[in-house]
Structures are given as C-alpha cells and as structure tokens.
C-alpha cells in the first residue's frame, strides 16, 4: 500500500492525519490519488460505503486550498449528512482551516460564508446561493459531490444535475464525485469529464445472504463457489428474534429495515424483551438518561414516550415522524454502541454514516398508493446492504435478506444478492423540475438567449443521456408554461427575461407553478379566511401533506363542505383522482389550524396519527409559504393581503394565538411563557416593562434568569440582587410539552 506520507500534499495535513490514525492507504484510495486529482484533475470515485472515500474528498480540498486554488464546496443531499460532515470538518480548525455549514434560509445571498474555506451545503441551499449570484461563488476552486449517484431520484436529481450545470459554468472548479458502485459510473465519469476510480473493495468484507427456516445462504461475491451457510438455533417465538440474537451474542450490532413506520415500532416492540440481556449495567445507566432527554412526561406525545421505553431496553425505531431531536439521539447512541438494535425505514440508509454488523432487510417491497406494492431497486437494497461491518469494530459484515418459502429465497438470491445495481438516470426531463431551473437560470440572467440556454443543458447529464430532438421539445414545452404564466417574456431580440413576479419566485426557491397559484389566488379573492389561506399553502406544490385513510374519509368530506365557502380552491369532483389528495390537504390546513391555536405537540400528533418530525415539517414548509404568499401579494400589487399574511406567518413561526404574538418575539418567550404571561395579566411589553423584577420572577414558568432577560431586552438595568425569588423552571430553551404538566397542576 501507498503510505500517506508519500502524497504530494503539506507535511503538516500528514501529521495531523497521523495525528488521528490514518497511515495508510486503501487500495481505492491509492487508486484515486494516482489519477492526477490532486493537481486538479476531476475524479468520479464509485467505491462502496466506508471504503475511504471521504479521506480523498478531505485531501484534495485541503491541497485545493493550501495550493491557494479557492475556497472549497461540500455539497450533501441531506442536512443530517450536512452536520455529520460540518462535526467532522472541524478537526481542521487546528490547521487554520475554517468551515462554515448552511442548509436554511432560501432568501439568502449568504453572504456570511465569505470567510470560510470548506463551505457545506444541502444542494437546494447551494441552488439557491446561485439564484442569488452570491459573489464569493467565483472564489470555489474545489467541489466535493457527496452521493453523485442521487441524479437518479426523482425528487433531488433534477436539482443536483443543474447546480452542477451552473457552477461548472460560473466557478470553472474541480469536481470530485463520490458515488456507491453503479453499473454505469462510467456514464456519470463521462458527463463531468473525470477520470472514474470504481471498486468493490471494502476494508470489513461482505457477505450476502437470504435467512430461511433457520439458515442463511450466503454469498461472498456473485460466484457461487464462495458460498457458505450459517445455522441460526431456533430459541425464541419470534423468528427475526433470533436472527438478531445470533448477531449479538456475537457482540455485534443490527440494522432491521422495514417497509414502514408502523412496522419499525410493532417490530421494534416485538424484539425489546429479547434485547434486555445484552446490556451492561454502564450501559442501562447511559441509555435512562438518552430516554430520559427523549421525554416520559404525560404531555410527552405517545410515540416519543413509547421511544423512550425502547431506547431505555436498548432498542429504538428510526423513521421521517420522529423530531430531529430524536432522530440525533437515536443516531448518536447507536454509534457509541449503547443501542444494540435500529428497526428503520429505508430513509435512514440514505442518511448518516451509521454501520452494523449485521442487516437484515425484512421488507424488499414497499407500498404506493399510485403504484400498488412494488419490489424496491437492487441500488436501494445495495444501499442498506452496504451498511453492515463496522470499520472499526468488526472484520466483516453481513447482509441478509428474509424469504417465507423456498421459491422467495431462490429469486431473492437471484435478483438481489447476486445482482448488479440497476443504471441510473437522470430525472431532468420532468416539466416541473425543467420550468423551475429554466426559470432559475433566466432570472439570475446565467441564460437569456436560446444558445445560452442550450450551452447549460448541454453541461447536464440529461444531455449526455438523450438525444438533442429531445432535449429540444422539452426545453420548449418549459420555456412556453413560463411565459405563458407571465414569469418570463420574449424581447423581440428573442432574447428570455424573467418577470417580477418569475424574478421573485426564483428567490424564494418556490415551484413556478406555487406562483401562479398564488398570483392567481390571491388577486381573485377581495379577502381570505385564515382556514382559507392555510389550505391554499397545502394545495401548492411545495407543501408536504398527509394523507386521509378511508376511516377518516367521511369526517373530511363533512369538514370540506363547513369551510366550502372559505375555500381559495375549487373542489375536485369525488369520482377524480385528485380528490383524496385533496381532503389530504385539507387535513395538513387542519394541523397548522391547530398548531396555531396553540394545540399541544401531543394532542396533535395524536389526533391526527402524525410524527412530531411531520407536524415540525409541516409547520416549517407553511412558515415558508406565506411569506413567499405575502411577497408575491407585494409583488403582484395585492397588498390587502399583506398584513393578515405576515400575522399568519408569525404565528405559525411560534405555534400561537394572535393575541400573544407581542410577546412571544421576546427572546427565550415561546407559547408557554407568552401564555402564562398573558393570563397574569401581562398582555403588552409596556406591561412588562412596567412590573418590578422581583414579581415578574414569580410567574410561574418564568424564574429569575428568564425574568432578567425580559427586563434587559427592554433596556431595562438589571442588577443580580434585584431579584431573590428562585425560578420554578429556569431555562432558555423551553420545550412545550415538558412544561406542559406543571402549567396543568398550577392551572
């Protein structure tokens, strides 16, 4: 093996990678820097997960920068993937490095991040940054494409392809591409003019393998002559049971993937009583006090309370409803090996870096709605295969599949575990996705005429994959929704420019379409209701939405027709395809009705059979969305709607009545404290600014700390011994729901 000290790279990035163990180099990695990437050639390295591709993506950014080639660019799918690397990146500190991480604000020039060298981004934020022409753009002498394979789904393909699009046309900077192992990574090399390193080499190999009736048949490559059985000994009721015993009694760690939410918690429920023995007496302590932050009050919702109980018995469910809380909690402690267990959706393969020794794939189909029951691609289930071995805790790991009869074993076995990755694709030829970054690129004038509009898509992997006849027609169908929405128009030089209104939108990151909706909506009605206006937000294409089950259908058909009259949308006729979706809608208007009404957590979630992650997400979205609304009124000269919009917007932001927002823009002031502070009569801040110290403190909820704080906020000097009464609860983060049951007890 090549040694790390024989890079051409600054003696003082050796030491400090000495520092931390690394001496030196896998195989992939020895291939990777002998392609000349680290003189600026571009790289695609498609090896699988924990084979070092991060190692190569960290030396070359660090060459870029101390070689004094610019500032370096992270981009990541997800902002988990975001905070992951952001922790990681700071051990360069020591070396003068900065890093700087940004996954929010989409009307943001980001300005801010100027002054660092390593700069993460989700690539929706980095999207926006280039809406926005942020200058330092041009400075990017480096970009690290984290998960390049990912221009195959559906829903961020289409963004990552045309970022790249964009800064390979203002930044004129190396690409480094990391990517699990495709079929046609040699496709992905050629789009970015790279050279392709492309291995199966793992440093803990991998097994294969499909579990029936007490026996895993496992592969080791996709020859048959490495082949092997392991004997599972049938001790416990459940079957998954012992499978995930035999793993540790091993002193091991699982993954359980399932199809659902429902069947991470029934099945994180059945496993808990067989987890219990495998914990030490460290460990229980460790894992009371991560239950403990997860919450067992009786205002906590059922499903964190339920979580609590699992993770305190060493085993936790893992999917998109859990809070970002919880979700880190569950991460962190599963990497520290305190959780022997994660029962997880598929989400949680695309996400952290989080390896086991053993997974097992319960669930190869998934449920659609639109499509019916469907078995999942061979690169989603290569995804959650490549989870397992722990680098640095086991010299292999398995991967196993769980087949009912002999017949599912055998096609398993062919279709997944001895199969190659399907090709991946690019989704650009969607129309939604084309009229959003056409739009985006003209309004950020990177295209006003035909040719430059062409001379983009032709930096695009969706041009390297089809014909130009095409590429054409969809190109023009785009081009025509646009104008024909009025958010771009044709000079008669023919050349493109966005409108106001198209100009404003891109801004705003929104869907074309979320605009015209809006622009129309909006300058139809005179004046809206607040259900009106919640409902119009979940109708556009921007906003998540639940789903009504068939139980639920006719209590949502009776709730449309009593807002029937305060409805912005027309009502798709029972018989359409679109009316589920729409009492869908209609029952996410009803939640951020409810969040706003000051609705604890756990009433909603339980209400409504939603995740606190979901109500959060919802919220979040709409917190967006009516601000964009409020813009666009302002834009499109309908700024009767304006004040309504902003309080709604407010209130969403802190989860509250109007008649507490005065108070809730205090800092450390959430729907709590602005509550119990309205009841006692402190309805204003002349009201606050008004009470002596000493009583303000002995609100309840309030304390000496919290109550100092107001009075500095107001420009009030506040003196240490001005109060002497001690705070019921004194913090500066207050959660909801935790305060909840002493607010009940003192009511």
Not at 49 to 78: F, H, N, Q, W
Not at 229 to 238: C, I
Not at 533 to 557: A, G
């Amino acid at each position: 093996m090549t040694r790390l000290d024989e890079l051409p790279i600054n003696k003082k990035v050796i030491t400090h990678l000495k520092n931390l163990g690394i001496i030196d180099l896998f195989p992939p990695q020895e291939e990777a820097f002998n392609t000349g990437v680290l003189e600026g050639k571009n790289l695609v390295l498609a090896i699988p997960t924990s084979s070092g591709k991060t190692l190569v993506a960290e030396v070359c950014m660090l060459k870029a920068i101390l070689d004094g080639r610019g500032k370096a660019l992270y981009l990541v799918p997800l902002k988990s993937l975001a905070r992951e690397k952001y922790n990681d990146f700071k051990k360069y500190e020591s070396l003068g490095i900065t890093v700087a991480m940004s996954v929010g604000d989409y009307d943001s020039p980001g300005t801010k991040m100027r002054e660092a060298d390593i700069l993460i981004l989700t690539t929706e934020r980095a999207d926006s940054l280039v809406r926005h022409k942020s200058d330092w753009i041009e400075e990017i002498g480096i970009i690290i494409v984290d998960e390049i394979h990912l221009v195959n789904d559906s829903t961020r393909g289409p963004t990552l392809e045309m970022v790249l699009a964009k800064l390979m046309q203002m930044a004129k900077a190396q690409i480094v591409a990391l990517s699990a192992t495709i079929s046609n990574a040699d496709e992905i090399a050629s789009w970015l003019e790279a050279d392709l390193v492309k291995s199966t080499w793992r440093p803990v190999p991998l097994s294969e393998g499909v579990y029936l009736d007490g026996e895993i048949d496992f592969f080791e490559d996709s020859l048959f002559e490495k082949r092997s059985v392991r004997f599972v000994p049938r001790k416990r009721k459940e079957e998954l049971a012992d499978i995930v015993c035999d793993t540790l009694d091993e002193n091991g760690q699982v993954l359980l993937f399932v199809s659902s939410r429902k069947s991470t918690v029934s099945m994180a429920k059945r496993l808990v009583s067989s987890i219990r023995q495998y914990l030490t007496n460290e460990s229980i302590s460790r894992l009371l006090g991560i239950a403990k932050k997860i919450g067992n009050t009786p205002s906590t919702p059922e499903a964190s309370r339920l979580l609590s109980k699992l993770v305190a018995d060493g085993i936790a469910f893992h999917h998109a409803g859990l809070d970002n809380k919880e979700r880190m909690l569950v991460e962190d402690a599963f990497k520290d090996n305190l959780l022997k267990v994660v029962v997880a959706t598929p989400t949680l393969a695309a996400g952290v870096n989080l390896p086991a020794r053993r997974v097992i794939i319960r669930d190869y189909r998934r449920f659609d709605q639109n499509r019916g029951s469907y078995p999942i691609p061979i690169l989603e289930y290569k995804q959650m295969a490549g989870r397992a071995g722990r680098p640095k805790y086991d010299k292999y790991g398995e991967a196993v599949l769980f087949a009912r009869t002999e017949s599912e074993k055998d096609a398993l076995i062919d279709h997944y575990t001895l199969s190659d990755p399907e090709e991946i694709y690019s989704r650009l030829a969607s129309p939604a996705a084309l009229q959003f970054h056409l739009l985006a690129s003209i309004a950020a004038e990177l295209t006003n005429t035909s040719n430059e509009i062409d001379g983009l898509i032709s930096n695009t992997f969706y041009a390297c994959q089809n014909e130009q006849s095409t590429i054409a027609h969809h190109i023009l169908s785009a081009l025509s929704f646009l104008e024909n929405g009025k958010l771009i128009e044709i000079a008669s030089s023919s050349r493109y420019s966005a409108t106001p209104l198209g100009k404003r939108a891109s801004q705003l990151y929104i869907d074309p379409q979320t605009a015209i909706l809006f622009r129309d909506a909006l300058s139809q009605y005179e004046d809206h209701t607040l259900f009106g206006i919640l409902h119009l937000i979940c109708h556009s294409p921007d906003q998540p939405v639940t789903y009504v089950s068939r139980s639920e259908t006719e209590e949502y058909e009776i709730l449309v027709d009593d807002y029937a009259k305060e409805l912005m949308i027309e009502q798709p006729d029972i018989g359409d395809e679109k009316y589920s979706e729409f009492l869908g809608e209609v029952k996410t208007a009803r939640i951020l009705s409810d969040w706003i009404s000051e609705a604890t957590e756990k009433d909603i979630t339980e209400s409504y059979n939603v995740g606190m992650g979901d109500v959060h997400r919802f919220v979040q979205s709409a917190e967006w969305l009516v601000y964009s609304a409020s813009e666009i009124a302002r834009i499109t000269n309908n700024p009767k709607h304006i004040p309504s919009l902003k309080s709604i917007n407010s209130r969403l932001k802190y989860g509250v009545r109007e008649d507490i927002l005065e108070l809730v823009n205090l800092r450390g002031i959430g729907r709590v404290r602005g509550r119990m502070l309205y009841n006692q009569g402190l309805k204003t801040l002349v009201d606050l600014y008004n009470i002596p110290l000493n009583e303000l403190a002995r609100i309840p909820t309030i304390g000496t700390s919290i109550a100092e704080s107001i009075k500095k906020q107001l420009g009030v000097k506040v003196k240490s011994s001005d109060t002497t009464h001690s705070s019921i609860i004194d913090e500066s983060e207050e959660d909801f729901d935790s305060i909840q049951t002493l607010l009940d007890d003192f009511t």
